[in-house]
Structures are given as C-alpha cells and as structure tokens.
C-alpha cells in the first residue's frame, strides 16, 4: 500500500513540473520580494486602508518612481489585493484583514521580519530610486545589463539562455506567425537567432537578417552555421540598434523578447526607426508577455510577477496590450492583432500602411 502512494506522488509531480513551470520560477523570482517590501518598508496596505489613494497620490506619499510604482500596483491587482474603483486603489478585504495593522488579525510584523532580506533591500531602493542592483557581479562595482552584454562570460551566458528558451518558445511563434509572403525579415536584437531559425526553416522563400551587437553578433553566426543557415539565408549584421540605421528592404521585423527590456522613449525610438524602414503593407511582430488589458482586467498573476523581474533588473516591464497599442499607434501602425503563446508569453502584430 505505501509503494503504492509513493508511485502515485511521483506520478503526480510529474504531472505538475511542467515546462511552465520551470520557466515561472525564474521569471516570477522578485515578486514575493516586492510584496514583502511594500509590506514592511512602506506599510502600503495600512496607509491604504480607509485612505483610498490615486496612483499619484501614492507615489508622491511613498516618494516612489512610476515605473516601478506602477508595476507595484499592477501586481497587487493581480494578486487581488488591490482594485481599483473610479480611479484611486482600494484595499481588498483580505488585504485589509491580513495586511493593515489597523486589523487585530494582521500578520504584517510576520511579513516584515524578512525586510532586511538583500533582495527586498534591493527592490526597497528600485521603488524609491528606480535603479538596479541585480547586475553588481563584483559587489560594489556598479554595472548595468546593458554593459554586461558587452563583455564575453556574460554574453555567453545570456545567449545560451536564450538559445534554450528559444528552443522552447519559437515553435509556438513560427506557429502563430503567418510568413507564407515575407521574403526579407530583420530580426533585432535576435541572440542566438533561434526565432529567426525556426521561421526559416518553416518557410523556405524566407531570408533574416540577424542585428545585434558585439559580442553577441558572433555567438549568432556560430548558432547559425550550426543549423546550416549562416550566410545562405540567415545573415548576421553588427550594429547598435538604437544608433544605426535599419535597412529597408524587409517586409517583416521581429523582436523576441527585446522591447521589455527597455523604457517607454526606447522603445518608442524603435518603433519609429521600424514604421520608417519597413517596406509598404510591412508588419512588425513583437514576442514577449504582454497582459491583455483590453477589458480592462487586472493582469493575470504569472505576468505581473515577471513584470517585476524585468522592472527591478532592467529598464522595461511587460508592456500590457493596451502600453503597446499606444506605442504602435505612435510610431504609425495599425490593425493590431494579439496572439496567445506558451508560458505567458503572446504575439502582437502591427501594420504598415500600403
Ligand atoms: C533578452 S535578449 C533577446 C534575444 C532574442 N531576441 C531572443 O528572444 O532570444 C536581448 C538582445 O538584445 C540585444 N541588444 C541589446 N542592446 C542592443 C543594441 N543596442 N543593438 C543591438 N542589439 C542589442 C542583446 O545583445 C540581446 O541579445
């Protein structure tokens, strides 16, 4: 009889650890830490109690940024610890009950006993200062992603993380992304050019071109050569995307997993330099998480807990439908259409007018 439990445990856990699985508790990693800091550092949910408060209002009483206030906010909607009614955000009964020290139920001392965890320190400061801490390999040395990704180790590294991430998520965008009359795309940003691969070798009149930056750029050619696709129709271009000009003979541009590492201005940056080199009738694709706020629902709970990785990490977020509807419409697209993909990750597509 016992034999028999045990098999059905282990049956069961594998059941349960799926792909889905392992990818979410990377990228979910912070926000158990930004709760934990909004509990004890701020006492955000006695304050909110009986004080309903404006996005605004919180920031100025909390002298918070709104990048990462926002994504504070969105996740604890999420959570449903939070709604939000005719403009200012309510506490939940739960949160109210559990979370305010005004309750004699409260458990918030609990909570607070891991304030001084380094990682809860860390998002303390990215709400106050908007600046991250993740990326001091050799502590007290300053650095950003961004310089990193320039040097060799870390280079290396990130690639082959995406490279396998890759593996696992381009079959499902090569599924929901219709090339069937691309000829040219521009993949940027691309890595390892694993999504530009696989839509290669689904579609065989389609050729890419691979930007990014040194080192990356050859760790690409070495990926591409692997899969027989170096030079013949993948092709790998050095350059800084916000820097150089994109050229202008693709009728489909591509980022995977590229615009969420960056602000609002960035971004919008890149959209322009796409709307203005994408051939007429040309579409841009963007594979990411992006919460459909079309309806104008909370986040689901996995997509909010990644924003707060890429908040606290990097410069971006996951841009909801709606952040990129205003950011496509700003650079000029049109016709949006939004796709669900594997580990909450979706495709959303916008047009160039003929
Ligand atoms: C998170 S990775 C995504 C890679 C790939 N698109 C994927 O989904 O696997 C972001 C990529 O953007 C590239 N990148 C960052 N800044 C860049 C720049 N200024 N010009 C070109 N590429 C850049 C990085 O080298 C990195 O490979």
């Not at 800091?37 to 996005?55: I, M």
Request: aromatic share 10%; charged share 25%.
């Amino acid at each position: 009889m016992l034999q028999n439990v045990s098999k059905l445990q282990v049956q069961e856990s594998k059941n349960i650890v799926d792909i889905e699985k392992i990818i979410q508790w990377r990228d979910s990693s912070y926000s158990n830490d930004l709760y934990i800091a909004a509990v004890s550092w701020l006492d955000l949910f006695t304050w909110l109690d009986g004080n309903p408060a404006t996005e605004r209002g919180i920031i100025e009483r909390f002298s918070l940024k709104e990048r990462p206030a926002q994504t504070m906010l969105r996740l604890f909607e999420a959570w449903t610890l939070l709604s939000q009614k005719d403009g200012r955000y309510h506490v939940s009964n739960e949160a109210r009950r559990f979370l305010s020290q005004k309750s004699p139920e409260n458990v918030a001392s609990y909570i607070a006993t891991m304030k001084y965890k380094s990682s809860v320190r860390e998002i303390y400061d990215v709400l106050r200062f908007d600046e991250s801490d993740t990326w001091h390999v050799e502590r007290g040395i300053g650095t950003t992603w961004d310089d990193l990704m320039q040097t060799d180790d870390f280079a290396d590294l990130n690639t082959r993380g995406m490279e396998e991430r890759g593996r696992i998520f381009a079959p499902d965008l090569t599924r929901l992304l219709d090339c069937s009359n691309d000829t040219k795309m521009l993949d940027i940003g691309g890595g390892s050019g694993i999504y530009s691969a696989h839509l290669l070798n689904s579609n065989e009149r389609l050729s890419s071109t691979i930007l990014e930056r040194p080192p990356v750029d050859d760790l690409a050619k070495a990926c591409l050569q692997e899969k027989g696709l170096l030079d013949s129709r993948a092709f790998v271009s050095t350059c800084d995307m916000f820097v150089d000009s994109f050229p202008a003979d693709a009728s489909l541009h591509l980022y995977s997993h590229v615009l969420h590492n960056w602000g609002f201005e960035k971004v919008a940056l890149l959209l322009a330099k796409s709307h203005e080199a994408l051939a007429p009738g040309g579409r841009i694709a963007v594979y990411s998480c992006h919460p459909d706020d079309r309806n104008g629902q909370p986040a689901p709970a996995l997509e909010a807990e990644y924003s707060v990785l890429l908040t606290t990490s990097y410069e971006g977020r996951c841009y909801s439908f709606e952040d990129m509807r205003k950011l496509f419409e700003g650079a000029g697209f049109q016709g949006i259409e939004y796709y669900r993909s594997i580990c909450n990750r979706s495709l959303i597509i916008g047009h160039k007018s003929t």
